[in-house]
């Protein structure tokens, strides 16, 4: 109860510093520990200052002074959680169609679909997300008539409508999925993402008239020219062990992609043929049961494995367990149960901050380090304990609300609230 009340005090006076943010040039973080992600490590009584919304120094000077302070001896200072693997901002009610733009419903569901084109930054999930933790996220739609979501973006959780870092970043594709050109045929999904990629790096001479593609019409090849030379990540959706084999195989004849597996629930198995094709991966730690005949092998120290071979990995939340787009702030309980399963907590935290935000060619974002903008969170206590709290959230140098639409309902419909009662409410 203690801790609970230090962290509602100390989040409402960070909610005022917030409030001045505008006015104020300097801000002073002082903490039991900052997390660099950088060679610099894990700074014990740490000191970070802030200054026209950018890193001015990262050390111990105690004794530093600026317009605003914050200061506790539980803090911790992080970089922002990067969601790698998400569909927020795209749906608000996923049931409700006219709420839901994940994924098209017919044949115009193809590779140049851009998740900038539907994303809503106002979405109510956003603020819940943030408020979480999670400063990045990656967003990609879904595929329906073919194997090809679109092309994903990444943004930042501000909620501002200027929140797109990079409106057109990767390329995502649903290999395991069903769709209307492939049905349930993992052969047949090969063969039309042969056809699409060889369409693509035959772009040039293929297209004499707009139909003239074996499995892409040219607007489509030509968006996907742009993983073919590793310019975007190709984001592929895979659990099986033997699927994973076949796009590394398929990556043979395109060497230069730069290909990212989405979920490999049976990536331990491949651990070695992963890390020699450097293909990286997203895993959710939490995913060690048979939910279909793909995840046969899932087990809880899948990450492990994959780290411990060198396998890129980061850490996402996925809709068994965690939830695409309303429930990413639940990052941290994952990657803490990583560390259960045998990470370490420096890799576990590196899984939901730097890998990802590298995978994107954004390592920037992972890291705090002097000079560069301040985006970062600070925490109660160890952000991978459940207990923890976040208590602060800051993005391009800007304090950011700690309010979503939850905490204004929990708020006013507290039965300890005397005021602010809709008519009719009863007493």
């Not at 506790?72 to 709420?99: D, I, M, Q, Y």
């Not at 492990?304 to 367990?321: E, P, Q, Y």
């Amino acid at each position: 109860m203690k801790n609970l009340i230090k962290t509602l005090a100390l989040s409402t006076a960070i909610t005022l510093v917030a409030s001045t943010t505008a006015m104020a040039q300097s801000l002073v973080i002082k903490s039991q520990k900052i997390v660099t992600n950088t060679n610099a490590g894990q700074i014990e009584n740490g000191v970070l200052v802030i200054e026209d919304g950018k890193i001015k120094s990262i050390d111990q000077n105690r004794d530093a002074t600026g317009d605003k302070v914050i200061e506790g001896k539980t803090l911790w200072v992080t970089p922002g959680l990067f969601a790698p693997a998400s569909t927020l901002g795209l749906s608000e009610v996923s049931a409700e169609r006219n709420s839901n733009n994940i994924g098209a419903a017919d044949k115009e569901a193809t590779v140049r679909i851009r998740a900038a084109d539907s994303f809503n930054p106002k979405s109510a999930a956003i603020a819940e997300t943030r408020i979480g933790g999670v400063t990045h996220a990656a967003i990609a739609p879904d595929s329906s008539h073919n194997i090809f979501g679109g092309q994903g973006m990444i943004v930042t959780t501000s909620g501002d409508f200027n929140s797109t870092v990079d409106a057109a970043a990767f390329i995502f594709i649903d290999y395991a999925g069903g769709s209307d050109v492939t049905g349930e045929s993992k052969g047949a999904a090969m063969a039309f993402l042969r056809d699409a990629l060889a369409d693509a790096a035959n772009y040039v001479v293929r297209y004499d008239r707009p139909d003239d593609g074996d499995a892409l019409d040219r607007a489509d090849a030509n968006a996907l020219r742009m993983v073919l030379d590793g310019r975007w990540p190709l984001l592929i959706s895979a659990d099986q062990a033997v699927d994973m084999l076949n796009i590394i195989d398929l990556k043979k004849s395109y060497p230069s992609m730069d290909i990212v597996i989405v979920g490999a629930a049976e990536g331990w198995m491949v651990t070695e043929q992963l890390a020699q094709a450097n293909v990286g991966v997203m895993v959710d730690p939490l995913e060690n049961l048979p939910n279909s005949f793909d995840q046969l092998g899932s087990r809880l120290d899948n990450a492990k494995l994959l780290m411990d071979a060198g396998v890129r990995t980061a850490i996402m939340t996925r809709s068994i367990t965690g939830g695409t787009a309303h429930n990413l702030r639940l990052a941290p309980q994952h990657a803490g149960n990583a560390v259960a399963a045998g990470l370490s907590w420096e890799q576990a935290f590196k899984a939901i901050t730097l890998t990802p935000a590298t995978m994107f060619g954004h390592s920037n974002l992972g890291q705090l380090e002097t000079g560069q903008k301040a985006n970062l969170v600070i925490w109660n206590g160890d952000p991978l304990e459940v207990t923890s709290a976040v208590v602060a959230v800051i993005i391009d140098g800007k304090t950011q609300s700690m309010q979503s639409r939850q905490t204004k309902l929990r708020d006013r419909y507290n039965p300890t609230n005397a005021g602010d009662k809709m008519y009719g409410y009863r007493p």
